[in-house]
């Protein structure tokens, strides 16, 4: 058997770009929700965060509400992206209180990040073109 390894360049997390966090229950919640999709899109507003899949079932998380944390992203402004959650179980076996979504500085990505103690975390990175209100993020 043997191995295929795809070495990408993730870069560092952009701080100063957007984030999301949400608490891991919810998350997990879309992860199970969502396990017969290959991919996820995924819009990000000031004020919610939306995940869609096959424009025939979706779930937003809202700031107001205290479903999510949202920074970084000015009223009027989206950013479309998407995530795959394969294989699943890695997904469903986070231990943290919450994931952080955030974009990569070095490429065009999104980040997912998982915080497993103060110096550990666990990072899912996918690849694409990441925009806010028409201009794409590098």
């Known amino acids: ?11 560092d997390v952009d701080y ?6 949400m608490a891991l229950d919810d998350f997990r919640c879309v992860v199970q929700d969502m396990e017969d999709s290959d991919y996820v899109p995924i819009t990000i507003r000031s004020s919610q965060i939306n995940f869609v899949v096959d424009h025939d079932w ?27 959650f394969y294989p ?3 997904y469903k076996g ?22 497993m103690g103060v ?8 690849p694409q073109d990441i925009s806010i209100g028409g201009n794409t993020l590098t």
């Open 119 to 126: 110096y550990t975390h666990i990072s899912s990175f996918f």
């Open 58 to 84: 979706e779930t937003s998380f809202t700031a107001k509400e205290g479903e999510c944390i949202i920074g970084g992203i000015e009223e009027g402004d989206e950013i479309n992206c998407g995530i795959s």
């Open 16 to 21: 100063g770009s957007f984030f999301v966090s």
């Open 94 to 115: 986070f231990t943290s209180k919450r994931v952080w979504f955030f974009s990569s500085c070095d490429t065009n990505g999104l980040l997912l990040i998982a915080p």
């Open 88 to 90: 699943m179980e890695f």
């Open 1 to 11: 058997m043997s191995i295929v390894e795809e070495h990408a360049n993730v870069g």
